[in-house]
């Protein structure tokens, strides 16, 4: 008896529909399983025979034939242990077929026969939801169902074990699945407070350029002696941006979900994420790879933000790797036979240290680097990386009377409303553009629309341009911070102090250490 049973295959943050094909003959008692299926699919045969035993079933004493199709399309992961199982029950005898149509199945299968919490659904409840079943049914492990739902129009179901399966192939999935609509992001009262800019006293040169990076999405490194703020400065950034919208959450939950990062039972991701890897991680472990290929911290960062602390200890090699990505907002794994994409449109900020010692910007001396350490130090990080930040600043130390001021500092809810509203006129600004969602995003195109120079601020960008040797790189994002400025101030145009103060921004271009490679 052949029986076919609908699944989802992950690749990448992708889905990819599977038909699972169980055919059941005379001969040798024997499993083959067909259609480029990888070793942890391979080893279904164990899970899924002794599942069947511990849950009272019978595991075909025949031969049996698993076709998964499309076979010329490489297939991973565990999720085809519960469609492997039903096809084997419902060939067998063991359950009816009349409601296996109508649904869709996934999950892991333990060996006592319980169903385990997979990765990537949300992946497929997407791929369900563009294929317009009408009226058909996920069936998915405990626990994933709230991810599933963040799709929106999906019927979702939720299993423990092999029983409940059997009982669903009798009775049909309208007893237990719930008719879901679209998950909603939390509002933004709902969410927990991150770590707030009150706590930083001092730096307002440094507070400055944090509030411009989060309006307009800017890339920022930021140089300062040890105990300066730069961490603290960094991890306070996710407080100051404006709130998910659902388009972002869907992204970066897909991401988070490929990778198995959420927790069993969690929604949609209403926080954005705050990716601060350590200086000793691989090109891998930053840009994504392996086999099957993973998503890295780059994409883990996706529409948040990716925190680089002591940037000219990371190796060169993993730092040159960011390039493209930074440029492109998706990176694109090859390996033997396989291409992966995953997005990466993150905000990267970086910290470092001014010299070797770190004690150059200090104002109570004590550096004893020569100009060629310094130089050699600086040269670690290439300049066409540093061409793609968009602000470098300074951070000279706090001094006592801004450690010991008793009154606040500007809180982060206060700075986080001048930068919605600054975002909410680049929505405006961009809304037939959905590709856009800041200006640092803006292409030429968009630049030569959004952000055109009257002579004056033309002018000061003219001789920037002049006695800075500004590459083209360079000279559009300041036109890209300029406009970011100018959002801020509430200004259609852009004027000469917004051009003034985003040239004040490219420190690295004014020859202050500046490095070389």
Same mark, same amino acid.
């Given at each position: 008896?052949?029986?076919?049973?609908?699944?989802?295959?992950?690749?990448?943050?992708?889905?990819?529909?599977?038909?699972?094909?169980?055919?059941?003959?005379? $001969?040798?008692?024997?499993?083959?399983?067909?259609?480029?299926?990888?070793?942890?699919?391979?080893?279904?045969?164990?899970?899924?025979?002794?599942?069947?035993?511990?849950?009272?079933?019978?595991?075909?004493?025949?031969?049996?034939?698993?076709?998964?199709?499309?076979?010329?399309?490489?297939?991973?992961?565990?999720?085809?242990?519960?469609?492997?199982?039903?096809?084997?029950?419902?060939?067998?005898?063991?359950?009816?077929?009349?409601?296996?149509?109508? +649904?869709?199945?996934?999950?892991?299968?333990?060996?006592?026969?319980?169903?385990? %919490?997979? +990765?990537?659904?949300?992946?497929?409840?997407?791929?369900?939801?563009?294929?317009?079943?009408?009226?058909?049914?996920? *069936?998915?492990?405990?626990?994933? &169902? %709230?991810?599933?739902?963040?799709?929106? $129009?999906?019927?979702?179901?939720?299993? $423990?074990?092999?029983?409940?399966?059997?009982? *669903?192939?009798?009775?049909?999935?309208?007893?237990?699945?719930?008719?879901?609509?679209?998950?909603?992001?939390? !509002?933004?009262?709902?969410? %927990? @407070?991150?770590?707030?800019?009150?706590?930083?006293?001092?730096?307002?040169?440094?507070?400055?350029?944090?509030?411009?990076?989060?309006?307009? &999405?800017?890339?920022?490194?930021?140089?300062?002696?040890?105990?300066?703020?730069?961490?603290?400065?960094?991890?306070?950034?996710?407080?100051?941006?404006?709130?998910?919208?659902?388009?972002?959450?869907?992204?970066?939950?897909?991401?988070?979900?490929?990778?198995?990062?959420? %927790?069993?039972? #969690?929604?949609?991701?209403?926080?954005? !994420?705050?990716?601060?890897?350590?200086?000793?991680?691989?090109?891998?472990?930053?840009?994504?790879?392996?086999?099957?290929?993973?998503?890295?911290?780059?994409?883990?960062?996706?529409?948040?933000?990716?925190?680089?602390?002591? @940037?000219?200890?990371?190796?060169?090699?993993?730092?040159?790797?960011?390039?493209?990505?930074?440029?492109?907002?998706?990176?694109?794994?090859?390996?033997?036979?396989?291409?992966?994409?995953?997005?990466?449109?993150?905000?990267?900020?970086?910290? =470092?240290?001014? +010299?070797? +010692?770190?004690?150059?910007?200090?104002? /109570?001396?004590?550096?004893?680097?020569?100009?060629?350490?310094?130089?050699?130090? @600086?040269?670690?990080?290439?300049? !066409?990386? @540093?061409?793609? =930040?968009?602000?470098?600043?300074?951070?000279?130390?706090?001094?006592?009377?801004?450690?010991?001021?008793? /009154?606040?500092?500007?809180?982060?809810?206060?700075?986080?409303?001048?930068?919605?509203?600054?975002?909410?006129?680049?929505?405006?600004?961009?809304?037939?553009?959905?590709?856009?969602?800041?200006?640092?995003?803006?292409?030429?195109?968009?630049?030569?629309?959004?952000?055109?120079?009257?002579?004056?601020?033309?002018?000061?960008?003219?001789?920037?341009?002049?006695?800075? #040797?500004?590459?083209?790189?360079?000279?559009?994002?300041?036109?890209?911070?300029?406009?970011?400025?100018?959002?801020?101030?509430?200004?259609?145009?852009?004027?000469?102090?917004?051009?003034?103060?985003?040239?004040?921004?490219?420190?690295?271009?004014?020859?202050?250490?500046?490095?070389?490679?």
């Amino acid at each position: 008896m052949l029986v076919t049973v609908e699944s989802y295959a992950i690749s990448g943050i992708q889905a990819l529909p599977v038909q699972v094909e169980v055919d059941l003959a005379r $001969g040798f008692p024997t499993l083959v399983l067909v259609g480029l299926a990888d070793a942890a699919v391979r080893e279904s045969r164990e899970r899924v025979s002794s599942a069947l035993r511990n849950q009272g079933l019978k595991f075909p004493d025949k031969k049996i034939t698993v076709n998964l199709a499309p076979a010329g399309v490489p297939k991973g992961g565990v999720v085809l242990d519960l469609p492997i199982a039903i096809g084997l029950l419902v060939a067998s005898g063991q359950a009816p077929a009349e409601h296996l149509a109508e +649904c869709a199945w996934a999950g892991e299968l333990s060996l006592n026969g319980t169903i385990r %919490p997979i +990765c990537g659904c949300l992946s497929m409840a997407l791929a369900e939801t563009t294929r317009q079943r009408a009226g058909r049914t996920m *069936i998915l492990p405990k626990g994933n &169902g %709230p991810e599933a739902v963040g799709a929106g $129009g999906v019927r979702v179901g939720e299993v $423990g074990s092999l029983k409940e399966v059997v009982q *669903i192939l009798f009775d049909g999935p309208g007893r237990i699945a719930n008719c879901c609509i679209a998950s909603q992001v939390p !509002p933004e009262s709902d969410l %927990p @407070l991150a770590a707030d800019m009150a706590d930083v006293r001092g730096q307002f040169a440094a507070r400055r350029a944090l509030e411009v990076a989060a309006a307009g &999405g800017h890339n920022i490194l930021f140089i300062g002696s040890p105990g300066t703020g730069k961490s603290m400065l960094a991890e306070r950034l996710v407080g100051i941006l404006p709130p998910m919208i659902r388009q972002e959450s869907l992204e970066a939950t897909m991401v988070h979900g490929a990778a198995g990062l959420l %927790p069993a039972g #969690s929604g949609l991701l209403a926080k954005r !994420p705050f990716r601060a890897p350590h200086h000793t991680i691989t090109e891998v472990g930053l840009i994504g790879g392996g086999r099957p290929p993973r998503p890295g911290e780059i994409s883990l960062a996706h529409r948040g933000v990716l925190f680089l602390d002591e @940037l000219p200890e990371f190796r060169r090699h993993v730092l040159e790797g960011l390039r493209q990505p930074l440029e492109s907002g998706e990176v694109t794994i090859s390996r033997a036979g396989v291409a992966v994409s995953f997005p990466s449109r993150f905000q990267l900020v970086a910290a =470092m240290n001014p +010299c070797p +010692c770190g004690r150059r910007l200090d104002h /109570r001396g004590g550096c004893r680097c020569s100009p060629q350490a310094i130089d050699r130090y @600086l040269g670690r990080i290439s300049g !066409p990386l @540093l061409d793609r =930040m968009d602000i470098h600043l300074e951070m000279a130390p706090v001094t006592f009377a801004q450690m010991s001021l008793l /009154r606040p500092a500007e809180d982060s809810m206060t700075v986080r409303s001048r930068v919605r509203a600054a975002t909410e006129r680049q929505s405006a600004r961009f809304l037939d553009d959905p590709r856009v969602f800041f200006n640092a995003q803006m292409g030429l195109q968009a630049i030569r629309s959004h952000c055109h120079l009257r002579r004056r601020p033309l002018g000061i960008l003219r001789m920037a341009v002049a006695r800075l #040797s500004l590459s083209p790189r360079a000279f559009h994002r300041v036109l890209r911070i300029s406009r970011t400025i100018a959002d801020l101030a509430g200004s259609e145009e852009i004027g000469e102090v917004h051009v003034q103060e985003a040239i004040g921004y490219r420190l690295l271009d004014r020859g202050v250490g500046s490095p070389v490679g």
